[in-house]
């Protein structure tokens, strides 16, 4: 399988306090994301490429 590193978002506020986010990578045919707060700690989820897709139109509301 594929992995990548993780990324984290653009508008994570670089972390300074109150900057909670998450961090994603492409994994496979599809994406995992985890807390960034937490890194190594983090549940990771694993999500095929629509539903990530969904997640990032749905952050963008």
């Given amino acids: 399988m594929r992995t990548t ?3 984290k978002s653009s508008r994570s ?7 909670d986010c998450v961090e994603a990578r492409a994994a496979g ?3 995992e994301v985890r807390d960034s707060k937490l890194s190594e700690d983090s549940p990771v989820f ?3 490429q629509g539903d990530f897709v969904a997640l990032l139109e749905n ?3």
């Fill in 59 to 61: 952050a963008k509301r």
């Fill in 46 to 48: 694993g999500l095929e």
């Fill in 29 to 31: 045919a599809g994406f």
């Fill in 5 to 7: 590193k993780w990324r």
């Fill in 13 to 19: 506020g670089n972390g300074q306090a109150g900057s």
